[in-house]
């Protein structure tokens, strides 16, 4: 089994910053993506961004300009700083991770979310 655990997050007023992280551990062979999604009450868990093992990362266009997202491949963790946050950026922010326990078998993971609430 793989197990994510996520720290961070809280509470901001409008145009703050805040971090989140995010750990792996467990049967790990191989970690291909790690990446953050958010929900809100009523919504689809949306992508935020994501970052492959080569460094590839992709950021919803909502956004850009405004967070950074980090991994460290060896620590199998995933940091997103988010800056200039917005009222519209509050929602429950979950860590994803895709791994292979075995050279030949993968599967996502989910952390255990973290709130995020930027008030105006």
């Known amino acids: 089994q793989v197990q994510l655990v996520e720290s961070g997050g809280g509470s901001v007023q409008a145009g703050g910053s805040l971090s989140i992280s995010c750990a792996a551990s467990?049967?790990?062979?191989?970690?291909?993506?790690m990446g953050w999604y958010r929900q809100v009450p009523g919504n689809e868990r949306e992508l935020v961004a994501d970052?492959?093992?080569?460094?590839?990362?992709n950021y919803a266009d909502s956004v850009k300009g405004r967070f950074a997202i980090s991994r460290d491949n060896a620590r199998n963790t995933v940091n997103l700083q988010m800056n200039m946050l917005k009222p519209e950026d509050t929602a429950v922010y979950y860590c994803?991770?895709?791994?292979?326990?075995?050279?030949?078998?993968?599967?996502?993971?989910w952390g255990q979310g973290s709130q995020v609430t930027v008030s105006s």
């Open positions: 467990g049967e790990i062979f191989r970690t291909i993506a």
């Open positions: 970052i492959n093992s080569g460094g590839a990362i």
């Open positions: 994803k991770a895709r791994v292979y326990t075995t050279p030949f078998s993968w599967d996502d993971y």
